[in-house]
């Protein structure tokens, strides 16, 4: 009895273990029929296209840049020599003059712009080699390219040095004139005379004074639209002296204005010009004070020279 139980227990068993087979096989194919074989052959045939067309991508980019590679080390050993060549180079000075009337700009080598006033000169080399250095005679106007390593000096006469690393400043040096002025718009600079050791730093809205005669410097406060003004072609007064409003419009108009008569001297004058001619700023001189202005044209010499235009301007008592 023992031994059929025995047997029936294990037929139970192999039963059991077909079944489960069975549904594991029932399974996998209702798995089977859910797949689509169409859509996933489509796929197939996609996914091998795509792999051609990366694979002759491959080799076409391969292909071209060893195609290109020669030119290219070609084009790049000729800039590098060129470079050199540049660097070997003389470097030659340039001299700018502005034209009496007109303000002139120049944007040098390393990017600074400079504005030049009428009758102004300016020198300078084509290109820096490292230090940046400019001589002025008249008044310019600086707008430097910042440069930490390599300082901007302006020099001008009596061996007074205008230095900067960038910023925006204006220089006034004229030969006749008694005293070299800079006036600081943005930034810092330093006005220096080596020879008697002499150095001021400036802040913005300061000017530096260089006497000529007492050779010292002094600073002070100043006006800064007034003394840059003539950089957008104006021409500003704010209560400036006769003598000093003759200095510039000669400068400005490239005439020789004379004042005669001590009275002439005390009158002062406010007003800005932006294009009127010489005329017209006379005229309304005229009306502003007790003058008279006189104009004696140009007159020919003897080796074909004319004369300069000169202006006279004296008392008018009327009658």
Known sequence: MKERDTDLSEMQEFESEDMES??????????????????????????????????????????AAAILLLPALILSA?????????????????????????????????????????????VYPNRFNGKRQVYLSGEAYFKVESDASNRFDVQTSEGVTVSAYGTEFNVQSYEEEPAIKATLAKGQICVQQDEL???????PG???????????ITLHSTNLSMETAWKDGKIVFRRTPMDEVAK????????????????????????TFTTETL???????????????????????????????????????PQ
């Open 22 to 63: 069975v549904f594991a096989l029932s399974d996998r194919l209702m798995a089977q029929k859910k797949i689509d074989v169409d859509r996933n052959w489509v796929e197939l045939h996609r996914r091998i296209r795509n792999d051609r067309w990366k694979i002759r991508l491959g080799k076409f980019v391969r292909t």
């Open 248 to 271: 510039r419009l000669s400068r400005h108009f490239n005439v020789d204005i004379q004042l005669q008569g001590k009275e002439v001297f005390g009158y002062s004058y406010s007003a």
């Open 197 to 203: 050791k002499l150095s001021r730093y400036l802040k």
């Open 279 to 317: 005329a017209e700023i006379l005229s309304l001189l005229e009306k502003s004070a007790p003058i008279r202005c006189e104009i004696i044209e140009p007159e020919q010499h003897g080796d074909y020279a004319f004369s300069k235009k000169k202006v006279l301007i004296h008392p008018y008592y």
């Open 78 to 122: 000729y800039f590098y020599y060129r470079l050199e060549e540049v660097k070997l180079a003389p470097i030659e000075q340039i001299e700018l003059t502005a034209a009496y009337g007109v303000v002139s700009k120049v944007v040098l080598s390393d990017g600074s712009e400079v504005w030049l006033n009428s009758g102004s000169k300016l």
């Open 206 to 216: 300061e000017q530096a004074v260089f006497a000529k005669n007492e050779k010292n």
